[in-house]
């Protein structure tokens, strides 16, 4: 299996390219517009043909590829039904499957960062979007986030995979690419809680700034634009 982690510094946004091998189709998760000419590199360097391409939620701190690389290799834009995009191919819900060659994602709706947070399964891994990060939990002041919302997410949804399944999320600011649900439920801080009021507790209190992109990014990614076209 192909199985790249790519990396924004801008935005510290993970970037994943998924295929069953070489010269096969291949499905990218969480594009980043600036990196387009490196993702289309990978792929031309592998003979992998872009087939799919996936953000698990309305990203707030950068703009998508997705419309980009839609254009430049006709592939499927996928989101999660809940998405307010206006440029989506096509809309998965919960527990839907999405396929190419020897590969499987289970889509997991997970709310609560945003109202249209889907977490994917394939695997040994999930792909965790914002939902549950390395050693956190995605902010839930936006976006029609949610506490409760998160916390049924986290606690009955992600945290009830198998203890060995690797997550990979869609951000990390401090330099580690992945962790295991084992690993979270045991050090993550936001997971040490003893019910949903406690959660939502924690998460009221964070006091955060909003991201430096968020005007621009959010409405950019929900038509499909570039910053040239706002």
């Known amino acids: 299996m192909i199985f790249e982690q790519l990396f924004d510094q801008k935005s510290s946004t993970y970037t994943y390219i998924l295929s069953s091998g070489k010269g096969r189709e291949a499905l990218i998760i969480d594009p980043v517009l600036e990196h387009t000419n490196e993702y289309i590199k990978v792929l031309e360097k592998l003979e992998l043909k872009l087939v799919k391409v996936i953000d698990t939620h309305i990203h707030a701190d950068h703009i998508t590829a997705l419309n980009e690389l839609n254009q430049r290799t006709n592939c499927t834009r ?7 995009s206006e440029v989506i191919d096509l809309k998965i819900k919960d527990n839907e499957t999405i396929k190419i060659e020897n590969i499987e994602l289970k889509a997991i709706y997970t709310p609560g960062h945003t109202d249209c947070s889907y977490s994917y399964l394939m695997n ?3 792909f965790t979007g ?3 990060l390395i050693n956190g939990t ?9 506490s409760y919302d998160a916390y049924d997410s986290l606690f009955n949804k992600l945290l009830k995979l198998p203890e060995k399944t690797l997550v990979y999320p869609a951000h990390d600011y401090n330099g580690k690419k992945y962790s295991t ?3 979270e439920k045991s050090n993550n801080p936001r997971l040490q809680v003893k019910s949903k009021e406690e959660y939502a507790k924690i998460m009221s209190s964070l006091n955060l700034s909003n991201p430096k992109m968020m005007d621009i990014a959010v409405p950019a990614n929900i038509k499909g634009l570039k910053l040239n076209q706002l």
């Open 78 to 84: 996928i989101m999660g039904e809940k998405s307010k």
């Open 124 to 126: 040994d891994r999930v």
């Open 130 to 132: 914002d939902t549950l």
């Open 138 to 146: 995605g902010r839930t002041d936006f976006q029609n986030g949610n």
């Open 181 to 183: 649900i084992q690993t």
